[in-house]
């Protein structure tokens, strides 16, 4: 069965204190997996795409990496404004276009 | 470039009535697919619709419905609601390819008393 494991499911971090969150997945074949920022009562905002092991994506503070069985989104140099809840998502090949979602991870930087 | 939007972006309703929920999707955007999120729970997944065609269903009961426009807008109906119900529901267009990410509109808060 097509799986998607985040850890830890929270993460309390000083201000500029480098940390990095895990998204596992077991899946049949990887079309794609997607990173996501949600902030409370708002919808998910899109981060990156992920299609290939060894594929790397960069943005601000935030860097997403991608091997064969998990996803790294390593965050440096934090500040408050990036706490938030970080969804990962997976797209299989036999999934017939549909997501499979992790259950996030929220973040907290205290400045 | 205008992103997704979902009306009303609150409702309150009573136990037994039903609601319609719209989504106006990414222009270009194909496919729109609807999410059901509750404190302390994940996105859950309730269907997808590609050119006015569902392509994908969650686990929900029969009491949740959609449907989607030529001009890919798309609705979903929740009948006799019940007080568990009570949810942020969202909303994600995509160009529907298969590889290519969603982007979520606000959400609507449906409370249920």
């Known amino acids: 069965e097509d799986q998607v494991t985040q850890s830890p499911e929270a993460l309390r971090l000083q201000e500029g204190e480098s940390s990095s969150l895990n998204c596992s997945y077991t899946v049949s074949g990887l079309r794609g997996l997607f990173w996501y920022r949600q902030d409370p009562g708002k919808g998910p905002e899109f981060l990156f795409t992920l299609y290939s092991a060894g594929e790397e994506k960069e943005k601000e503070r935030l860097k997403a990496t991608l091997t064969k069985k998990e996803s790294f989104l390593h965050i440096t140099a934090p500040k408050p404004e990036d706490s938030a809840t970080y969804l990962c998502?997976?797209?299989?090949?036999?999934?017939?276009?549909?997501?499979?979602w992790g259950a996030g991870t929220k973040l907290i930087i205290k400045p | 470039k205008a992103g997704v939007t979902q009306t009303p972006r609150y409702l309150i309703k009573t136990r037994g009535q039903q609601v319609t929920l719209s989504c106006s999707p990414i222009s270009g955007h194909r496919s729109v697919s609807w999410y059901q999120q509750t404190p302390g729970q994940g996105l859950q997944f309730l269907f997808e619709?590609?050119?006015?065609?569902?392509?994908n269903k969650g686990n929900f009961p029969g009491r949740f419905s959609g449907r989607q426009f030529s001009n890919s807008r798309s609705e979903m109906n929740v009948s006799t609601l019940e007080l568990g119900d009570s949810a942020l529901y969202l909303c994600?267009?995509?160009f529907g390819s298969g590889v290519d990410e969603q982007y979520f509109g606000p959400g609507t808060r449906l409370t249920v008393t």
């Open positions: 619709y590609f050119s006015e065609t569902q392509r």
């Open positions: 998502a997976v797209r299989a090949l036999d999934s017939n276009y549909q997501l499979i």
């Open positions: 994600a267009s995509s």
